[in-house]
């Protein structure tokens, strides 16, 4: 009897503190994690912890250091990092490295105790990736500039996480408008929050080059000039490029550069004669049409050209993905259209890389490794695959970042119809495409193209709140994810987005929790 009544009473208690207190399975992750469990109780961070890595592993100690960087601003606490030895002390977390195959690459498995945590994983990336769950535990004020009050709860229990697609990344188009050093960064930094791990950067289209090429150093002298609207556009030098790379590398976010072609190039006929049939410079072009510029296709200058840049990109590009575009080229024949792309992947091949292409690149030949984007056209994902080779899933009607959430918000196009944040979120791309399954798919990317893009504002307005929806799509398994449930955890982190300082789009789908 008497121990009944001590049930009852530690149950009523339980209740009491789950119910009041954040829990893991309340603290509204995203992407939502592939296993939780709670306990009760929290661990409290304090200046008195310390943060241990194995293994003398120097690239965990950064991921450590990098965990310490994050919190010590709004904590105001500087937290020793130190290689894990025998003496640990009692309140201590620790970034182990494991061998697990069901973690892969970037899983982990995360313990949290009233006095230690211990995050593992098989790499430093799967503990980077950890530490945003880590983050998204601890309240909201943590990722403010300026110290806070506590108390820095992280609630007690159990994770184990991992992806269920390798690729998850977002587009910036910094061509139609362009984007420097700085607001690159600054997005890196937000999209790592979601556990996204690929930037891809469409660095050329008609109105603007946007990296330097040392071989053809007009094409961003005057192909960089000028932007949609005559704005004064601009461009990255290599350096530029060589420091975003290693930026992202440290946040475990691969970056794809793309040059698209043989379409979307007026800024590079714009520069130099030679690559125009007539031999003639075409004017710098500042408008939003689509599809009516073509190199020429049949003249060895053009090859010359397309080796020279992907030669110069591929040497300062570590990652294993070059993008060579390829859409909407409407003012390229189709056989000459098909004989230019079979040749461009030769040519990325010759430099070790494997081919992106946006969807059309199926009416082509497919080289092994050859991935399409898939954006508008399911006959082409269906033909890519036929073709040997795998999707990554893009659809315009559901991850295109620029276009509107309704008729009334204020930026984007709505081609291919109005996406609000609960279709950006409501689908898998498994079951998108008949014809296409899991098996043939790399991934989710969500593409920013910036036509009526300008200022880092807009950015923050259109990829909040989509993109952690689609970082959710490709992390957490299908039969685990809803709306319903989706959308209680992405209120959640309205908080988050404010103390982040991110103009975000309240959606009135969303019973927003600043
Ligand atoms: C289509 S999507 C394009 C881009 C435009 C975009 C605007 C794709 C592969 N091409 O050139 O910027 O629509 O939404």
């Known amino acids: 009897m008497r121990l009944r009544i001590l049930f009852l009473i530690a149950a009523i208690l339980t209740f009491g503190f789950v119910k009041g207190q954040n829990t893991i399975t309340s603290a509204g992750l995203i992407p939502k994690p592939v296993l939780m469990e709670n306990n009760l109780g929290a661990f409290e961070l304090s200046n008195k912890t310390t943060i241990y890595y194995t293994d003398n592993n120097e690239e965990l100690k950064k991921v450590a250091l990098y965990f310490k960087n994050l919190i010590k601003p709004a904590t105001g606490f500087d937290i020793a990092v130190k290689p894990l030895s025998k003496e640990t002390t009692r309140h201590s977390i620790t970034f182990e490295i494991i061998e697990n195959p069901e973690l892969g690459t970037e899983g982990y498995k995360l313990k949290i105790y009233p006095q230690v945590i211990t995050l593992s994983a098989n790499t430093p990336e799967g503990i980077f990736r950890g530490i945003q769950t880590i983050r998204q535990l601890l309240p909201a ?85 000028t932007q949609v609207g005559g704005g004064k556009g601009g461009f990255f030098t290599q350096e530029d490029y060589k420091e975003i790379v290693r930026y992202a590398a440290e946040r475990y976010i691969t970056v794809i550069p793309e040059i698209d072609m043989p379409g979307h190039i007026n800024a590079a006929l714009a520069s130099y004669p030679e690559l125009n049939c007539d031999n003639k410079a075409k004017e710098l072009y ?38 060579i575009g390829g859409d909407e080229s409407h003012a390229t024949k189709k056989e000459d259209y098909i004989y230019f792309i079979s040749k461009v992947q030769d040519i990325v091949a010759k430099y070790g890389k494997k081919v992106l292409g946006w969807d059309e690149i199926a009416l082509s030949e497919i080289k092994p490794g050859t991935v399409a984007e898939y954006w508008a056209k399911d006959s082409n994902a269906v ?80 990829v909040f709140p989509r993109l952690p929806g689609h970082a959710e799509i490709g992390w957490t398994p299908a039969k685990e994810r809803s709306w319903d449930d989706y959308k209680k955890r992405i209120a959640k982190q309205a908080s988050r987005f404010k103390a982040l300082d991110i103009n975000y789009y309240k959606s009135p789908l969303i019973d927003w929790k600043e």
Request: hydrophobic share 35%; aromatic share 10%.
């Open 383 to 462: 033909l890519a695959v036929k073709k040997g080779g795998k999707i990554l899933m893009a659809p315009g009607s559901r991850t295109y970042l620029d276009m509107q959430y309704n008729k009334k918000t204020p930026l984007g196009l709505h081609w291919s119809g109005y996406v609000n944040v609960k279709k950006a979120y409501d689908w898998d791309p498994a079951t998108s495409v008949k014809g296409i399954h899991k098996k043939d798919i790399t991934g989710v990317e969500s593409p920013l193209w910036t036509e009526t893009i300008k200022t880092f504002d807009d950015i923050e307005y259109m």
């Open 141 to 225: 004020k943590v990722e403010k500039k300026t110290v806070q009050k506590g108390p820095w709860k992280i609630p007690d229990g159990e994770i184990t996480d991992f992806p269920s697609y390798r690729y998850r990344g977002m587009m910036l188009d910094v061509s139609r408008h362009f984007f420097g050093v700085e607001d690159v960064k600054h997005l890196i930094d937000l999209i790592s929050i979601y556990k996204i791990n690929t930037l891809h950067l469409h660095l050329s289209d008609d109105q603007g080059w946007r990296i330097e090429i040392k071989s053809w150093p007009k094409l961003t002298e005057i192909g960089g000039k």
């Open 286 to 323: 500042t408008g939003t049409d689509v599809g009516f510029s073509t190199l020429c296709v049949h003249k060895d200058v053009t090859y010359k050209f397309v080796d020279d840049v992907i030669r110069e990109l591929s040497a300062i590009t570590p990652g294993e993905y070059i993008h």
